[in-house]
Structures are given as structure tokens and as C-alpha cells.
């Protein structure tokens, strides 16, 4: 939590526009699933319903990672 509210606030002092954080971190989501994908990691039916799960834990935590993020840029000095 810490980490994302810093990082928030201090892209927001740098004059990064809020979408831009947003899309940052959406951008690194992608690319997590995309590294799962490429590992072969759905090869089979036990395999796809472990990395759904995986997947599903990876949009909670960028979701929360968002949410504090934002929570930093909107914070007062």
C-alpha cells in the first residue's frame, strides 16, 4: 500500500496525468498474463484452472494497486 500511494504521489509531482498511472500499471497486468501464457502454463485442464486462479488473485492485487495509487495522486502534500 505504502509503495502504490508513494508512487502515486510522486508521479503526480513529476506532472504524469492520472490516466497515464492507470494505464502503467494495466500495461504491466497485460504483460504478467501474457508471460503466463508464454510459459506454457495452459497447457492442460488443471493447468488453465490454476492460472485463472492466479490470474484472478494478479487483477486483486492491481486493482487494490490502482486504487492506491490514485488515493497518492489525489492525497494533499
Not at 32 to 61: C, P, T
Request: hydrophobic share 45%.
Amino acid at each position: 500500500m505504502v509503495f502504490w500511494t508513494g508512487l502515486g504521489r510522486q508521479r503526480r509531482q513529476e506532472g504524469f496525468a492520472l490516466s497515464e498511472i492507470i494505464q502503467a500499471v494495466h500495461l504491466v497486468r497485460k504483460q504478467l498474463w501474457r508471460k503466463i501464457q508464454s510459459e506454457g502454463l495452459l497447457d492442460n485442464a488443471l493447468d488453465l484452472l490454476m492460472a485463472i486462479d492466479l490470474y484472478n488473485h494478479v487483477i486483486g492485487f492491481f486493482d487494490r494497486a490502482v486504487l492506491y495509487a490514485v488515493q497518492g495522486y489525489e492525497s494533499p502534500d
